[in-house]
C-alpha cells in the first residue's frame, strides 16, 4: 500500500473528521496524518486495526514457537499424544 495518496494533513483531519471517518470505514485503508509537514500518526478504521492485532498475535505465537524449537524445548507428537490420552483416560484408538 501506498501512503502517497492516503496523505493528509491534521487541519484537514480537524475540518473534515466526519468525512475521513466515513472514508476509513469504507475504503479500509489507513490514513498517514502529518503535523508541520511531517508524518505524525496513522489512523485507521477499527475493523483493520483488529485485524492487525489477531494478525500480530499469530505472528508473535510463530516466532515463540520458533524460539522453542531452536532451544530445543520439543516433544516428539507420539509423547504428546500418549500423556495427553492418559490424562484424559482416552483409549489409544479414540480420535
Known sequence: MKFSSHVKSISYLKANAADVLDRLSEDQEPLLITQ??????????????????????????LALGQQDIAA??????????????AKHKLPATAR
Do not use: I
Not at 508541520?36 to 492487525?52: H, K, M, P
Not at 530445543?72 to 490420552?85: C, E, Q, Y
Open 72 to 85: 530445543g524445548r520439543t516433544r516428539p507428537v507420539k509423547d504428546v499424544v500418549s500423556r495427553l490420552r
Open 36 to 61: 508541520n509537514g511531517e508524518a505524525r500518526a496513522v489512523l485507521q478504521d477499527v475493523a483493520s486495526y483488529e485485524a492487525t492485532q489477531e494478525t500480530m498475535a499469530l505472528l508473535k505465537l
